[in-house]
């Protein structure tokens, strides 16, 4: 795993992105060098800005196989899907072309060029494709890994690893402890000759810790001396954090959050969630003011009621705050203080209000809250009091969810979609612990990226 923008990203995944744009670029070139010839091609790349306009086809294709989910760990094994989307990316990369050299006459490539070069990238990008998922799938490619423990982590740890080849790790065998048969412990040389002697079975050259009662159990002395024959020790508490994208809750320890490098908010941090937070939504107010005032004109006239809907949620250190949306269902659906989750069918919603949530436009008057200084852009999603009592109630550590003050999107929303039960609810606190462990501009703006996408798809709307 690469740590990038905060974030863990696969190796193979960020190989296989780079080497498509790569693909891609070269295709262009082969075209250019097809049509033109290789010295009218030399002049044209070196002295026409060549190069920069297939940098821009490049980049159009590359944004385009990342928002059909192209590197969606379901998608890469998928040979139907892989297929279905890349001709869904071709088309799509035709037409958003088709719009940028209207607005960019000079940014065009020659007609020749560029339908050379699109079929050179059909090719070879299914090529690529077909190869990487073979080799992606050979075990003999894959690193060998050993389980030690059977904790509550070792199950859902190695089903999660078992299922994403594109990890390149492969689990060969788990350890549930290391014994002698009867109930005297073992030596620090019989753990380790024990232990050694299992990674050399399994040939393993990566051992990862999911046990669950480490004290007095744990053979440090037997993994230090693993670790210096170059064998990887690794805890499969942070192992788990760097596939998944969220924090393993069930074997969480207030020891770990204690003394864990995050989960502390500098000074220059909380300024720079204000100041970033206040500048973006800003802007997008000014320029969905006009959105907002027709969107509240066709509430009016669509059902009785007022276009603003408000709503108590709970906020930083578990203070409650007004929050501002645009009302979707009939006026007093929730009166009775009976806040019942949305549902795909519900009869509450009005006719506009069902278009609202299906686009999210709903959420745009947030951006009041967001200048007010009641939310971040960027943070847990809150919820109604009522929600966030059962959740105190029934989640370990939630209360940790009111470290920093919620947002209009998050590091849950893009990663798990609506949540209606308590399951539903600690699953997203795992992924909010991994925001407030790692935040920083750098995944505050891929979290932003990624929103752009699920909006542009109308993804996880109710």
Known sequence: MIRFLNAYFPTRTLFLGISEALLVALAFVAATVARLGTSDATLMLNYEQGFVKILVVATVFIICMYYFDLYDSFILSNRREVLTRLVQVLGTVCILLAVLYYAFPKLQLGRGIFLIGFLLVALFVFLWRRLFLLVNTMPRFAERALILGDGPLAKPLTEEIESRSELGLRIVGQLRGLENGNASPLSEAEQFEQLSRQVQTYRASRVIVAMGERRGRLPVEALL??????????????????????????????????????????????????????????????????????VAIAIRLDSPGPAIFKQDRIGEGGKPFTLFKFRTMVDGADRDDNHRPAEKTDERFTRVGKVLRRTRLDELPQLINILRGDMYFVGPRPFVPNQEQECL??????????????????????????????????????????????????????????????????????
């Not at 001396?225 to 192992?239: A, C, N, P, W």
């Not at 003394?259 to 908010?265: A, E, H, P, R």
Request: aromatic share 12%; proline share 4%; charged share 20%.
């Open 393 to 462: 109630e029934k989640i370990p550590y939630y209360r940790q969810r009111w470290a920093v003050k919620p947002g209009a999107t998050g590091w849950a929303q893009i990663n798990r979609g609506y949540c209606v039960t308590v399951e539903d609810n600690k699953e997203k606190l795992a992924y909010d612990l991994f925001y407030i462990k790692n935040i920083s501009v750098g995944l505050d703006l891929l979290i932003m990226f990624q929103t752009i996408k699920i909006l542009l798809l109308s993804r996880g709307s109710r």
């Open 225 to 294: 001396r693993l670790k210096s024959r170059g064998v990887r020790i690794q805890d499969g508490s942070e192992v788990f954090e760097a596939i998944t994208g969220k924090v393993p809750i069930e074997s969480l320890h207030l020891s770990w959050l204690l003394f864990s490098s995050g989960f502390q908010l500098s000074r220059p941090l909380l300024i720079y969630k204000r100041v970033f937070s206040f500048l973006i939504s800003s802007i997008c107010f000014v320029i969905t003011a006009p959105v907002m005032a027709l």
